[in-house]
């Protein structure tokens, strides 16, 4: 959900985005662990108001019953990002997860996905496999603890954060506010 308000207020405001890799439960084994769901989700379907943005966004959301280990995603989107193919890769992810309930912690879901991107899974993998990325990820990650940032989705325009699934008004009005604080012409 945030990516599709982030995309639209790249349309907007002709912005520049720089993503950062977040390592949501690092405590998860490199399996994955059993997900419970939680209060008012139900045969994978999302709680509110989690439901209602994303259908608002038009967007297939059902929830995994595997919480992932996302270290091997990370790594792979920061190859993705490196090749130009960050959209590309990052909209299969999601698909993989949110729609196919994938587990994105194997590497044969992740190689599947790359392949679907055309990136070059020989390569990727090697990367993968010797942790070419994983002091990047940690360090993003380090980084984003220091900010603050507990959870993802999470937003820094200007100097205001907000995490989480956000309505667009909210995202228009810290572009608002950067603009003022920043002299930033419309």
């Given at each position: 959900m945030g990516l599709s308000r982030i995309e639209k207020l790249k349309e907007d405001y002709n912005i520049t985005l720089d993503i950062r890799p977040y390592l949501l439960h690092p405590e998860t084994p490199k399996e994955g662990a059993p997900r419970q769901p939680r209060e008012g989700e139900e045969d994978g379907q999302l709680s509110e108001p989690l439901r209602t943005y994303a259908e608002e966004a038009g967007l297939t959301m059902r929830?995994?019953?595997?919480?992932?280990?996302?270290?091997?995603?990370?790594?792979?989107?920061?190859?993705a990002l490196e090749q130009g193919a960050y959209e590309e890769f990052h909209h299969a992810l999601y698909k993989a997860y949110w729609e196919d309930q994938q587990n994105l912690g194997d590497l044969d879901v992740i190689q599947e996905v790359a392949?679907?991107?055309?990136?070059?899974?020989?390569?990727?993998?090697?990367?993968?496999?010797?942790?070419?990325?994983?002091?990047?990820?940690?360090?993003?990650?380090?980084?984003?603890?220091?900010?603050?940032?507990?959870?993802?989705?999470?937003?820094?325009?200007?100097?205001?954060?907000?995490?989480?699934?956000?309505?667009?008004?909210?995202?228009?009005?810290?572009?608002?506010?950067?603009?003022?604080?920043?002299?930033?012409?419309?």
């Open positions: 929830r995994s019953p595997i919480t992932p280990n996302s270290m091997y995603s990370l790594e792979a989107t920061e190859y392949e679907r991107s055309g990136l070059n899974w020989a390569e990727m993998s090697q990367r993968l496999e010797s942790g070419y990325y994983r002091d990047r990820v940690m360090s993003q990650f380090q980084e984003a603890m220091d900010l603050g940032i507990r959870g993802v989705p999470a937003f820094l325009i200007g100097n205001q954060m907000f995490t989480g699934a956000q309505p667009y008004d909210v995202f228009k009005l810290a572009m608002a506010r950067a603009r003022e604080t920043y002299q930033i012409p419309t």
